[in-house]
């Protein structure tokens, strides 16, 4: 297919990706721990009459789904627990307003129930999914289609790129534009854009000479670049993915087999490259896990979910720790999965600052159980003499036993040392 969108979206409990399916579209919706081959009669979402663009879970609950298809229509549906029995072809929304396909879809951040689309009749509607209704309607801005679509974190602008090579930032509820910037990239190819921290703006495009780009803009003073690098002369589209809690930002190409990173800081040259993660496979597409769900005892601080040709390859970014202690540095409060206000009264105006939560709760000690139970002991032991003087010579004997059979290790482990020295 065509079009430059993710192809895949994940969260904490599945993983859903678009398939190819004859007489429509249809996508996969998998429980995250059913690995394996997926037998072809595995039921999926099937209820749209032309081929899937963008698929997108809810951030707050994470059995909603969105897709928009080139049916023109756009429709949320409720996956049950455990995954798919039988296909799924009544959506419990459908969404109908646009005169063209609808590509991209993106859930608001911290208000409950708002969806935003666009669609290739160049307009961005704003629904209340709650009600079924189009709530904002922007027609007449973009001239030209729409490459991309995003909320800033707490919801209160959206960022668009379009084919007029114009970058824009616009106030969701009046539909009006607060900045914009034309010519971010000179080259005719499909132009990303994503609010990075402070409310600056990362756009990945291409040069003239079909090079591809990644630029950093502060929309305050749009006049030039912060910076503007030069990455290679690829032909495929470099999808963003930001992560404002480590302030790396993730470049995944569409064709490639690689996915680069940076930093954004506040020093020049503002985007510093980090790596690169490369491997044999191209990706035809990308899902980015959310950090509430990432296994923080492992270090991981980023979870891709790679579209290969016939298969959906799990990409692990860690940071190697020795210490089995909860990294805080890695884990600073991260959005929780709780929405700060309803569709409608956002709509009316009230803006909903992102509700945070810690992953300390949701990480599991990686020590073993063994030494939890000495400890406990210990502590017994400790409290009863310190209250009344109850007869624990059992517990006494146990400890000594535990206490000898550490020192007849410790012995065999200098005997064997000190044969090894002897040798050398």
Not at 4 to 28: E, H, Q, R, T
Not at 93 to 118: C, D, F, Q, Y
Not at 356 to 370: P, R
Request: charged share 25%.
């Amino acid at each position: 297919m065509t079009w430059d969108s993710n192809f895949c979206s994940v969260n904490p409990k599945f993983v859903a990706m678009i398939v190819d399916a004859s007489g429509g579209g249809a996508f996969l919706v998998l429980p995250l721990n059913k690995t394996g081959r997926i037998d072809m009669s595995q039921p999926t979402v099937c209820g749209h009459t032309g081929p899937v663009l963008d698929i997108e879970f809810c951030p707050h609950n994470d059995n909603i789904i969105a897709s928009g298809s080139e049916d023109c229509s756009v429709m949320i549906w409720e996956i049950p627990e455990g995954g798919l029995v039988t296909p799924l072809n009544d959506p419990v929304v459908k969404l109908e307003g646009h005169s063209k396909r609808v590509g991209i879809l993106s859930w608001h951040p911290t208000a409950h129930n708002v969806l935003m689309s666009a669609g290739c009749d160049n307009v961005v509607i704003l629904w209340n999914v709650a009600c079924g209704e189009a709530m904002v309607r922007i027609d007449s801005v973009h001239p030209d289609l729409i490459y991309s679509a995003c909320w800033n974190r707490d919801g209160s602008q959206i960022l668009t790129s379009c084919k007029d090579k114009t970058i824009r930032v616009l106030d969701p509820r009046k539909g009006t534009v607060i900045a914009e910037k034309e010519k971010t990239h000179e080259g005719s190819r499909p132009v990303k854009a994503v609010f990075v921290s402070e409310g600056k703006i990362l756009s990945t495009g291409f040069s003239r000479m079909s090079e591809r780009q990644v630029a950093l803009w502060d929309p305050k003073s749009f006049g030039e670049p912060l910076t503007l690098q030069e990455l290679d002369t690829s032909s495929g589209v470099l999808l963003p993915f930001f992560d404002p809690d480590t302030g790396i930002v993730y470049l995944c190409g569409k064709g490639d087999s690689s996915i680069r990173y940076f930093e954004v800081t506040d020093e020049a040259p503002y985007v510093h490259y980090l790596s690169m993660y490369s491997s044999k496979e191209s990706q035809k597409g990308m899902g980015y896990m959310p950090k509430r769900g990432l296994e923080v005892n492992k270090c991981e601080i980023a979870r891709f979910y790679k579209l290969h040709e016939r298969k959906c390859e799990p990409i692990v970014m860690t940071v190697p720790r020795k210490s089995d202690l909860f990294q805080e540095d890695l884990y600073p409060d991260t959005m929780g999965p709780e929405p700060s206000v309803e569709a409608n009264e956002w709509f009316e105006g009230k803006e909903g600052q992102p509700i945070l939560i810690s992953l300390k709760d949701g990480f599991a000690t990686t020590t073993k159980s063994k030494e939890f139970k000495v400890h406990k002991s210990l502590l017994k032991t400790t409290s009863t003499a310190m209250g009344h003087q109850h007869d624990n010579t059992g517990e006494v004997h146990a400890l000594q036993k535990e206490v000898k059979a550490l020192k007849e290790t410790v012995e065999e482990l200098t005997k064997r040392v000190s044969k090894l020295e002897s040798k050398n």
